[in-house]
Nanobody, 128 residues
Framework: QVRLAESGGGSVESGGSLRLSCATPGLKYSTWCLAWFRQIPGKEREGVAGIDSAGRTTYADPVKGRFNVSRDIAENTLLLQMTSLKPEDTAMYYC??????????????????????WGQGTQVTVSS
């Protein structure tokens, strides 16, 4: 059973930083795409950033240059470092995993439907 668990959300002012963590016990990084999605009420869940088994990263255009996704293999943890946060980054953030060696598709529409496992989400609120 794969269980993902996010932590690190919270409230910050515009321009601030947060780091999200996702515990990923039981996953073997050689066969998984690990990604972060976010969702605001009434909108579709959208891919934010992902890292694949080769360490290649994918980012949605709105977060490029501000967010950094990485993995700590020894700790079985997926990380998302968010800097220069904006009010429009306010959302529930979810980590997700898919049995795919690539994350290149995660910013495509409805990419969330292809992910196999999800965490419970952590709220990020950025005030202006």
């Amino acid at each position: 059973q794969v269980r993902l668990a996010e932590s690190g959300g919270g409230s910050v002012e515009s321009g601030g930083s947060l780091r999200l963590s996702c515990a990923t016990p039981g996953l073997k990084y050689s066969t998984w795409c690990l990604a972060w999605f976010r969702q605001i009420p009434g909108k579709e869940r959208e891919g934010v950033a992902g890292i694949d088994s080769a360490g290649r990263t994918t980012y949605a255009d709105p977060v490029k240059g501000r967010f950094n996704v990485s993995r700590d293999i020894a700790e079985n943890t997926l990380l998302l470092q968010m800097t220069s946060l904006k009010p429009e980054d306010t959302a529930m953030y979810y980590c997700a995993a898919a049995r795919s060696g690539s994350c290149g598709y995660i910013t495509s529409p409805r990419a969330s439907q292809t992910m196999s496992y999800w965490g419970q989400g952590t709220q990020v609120t950025v005030s202006s």
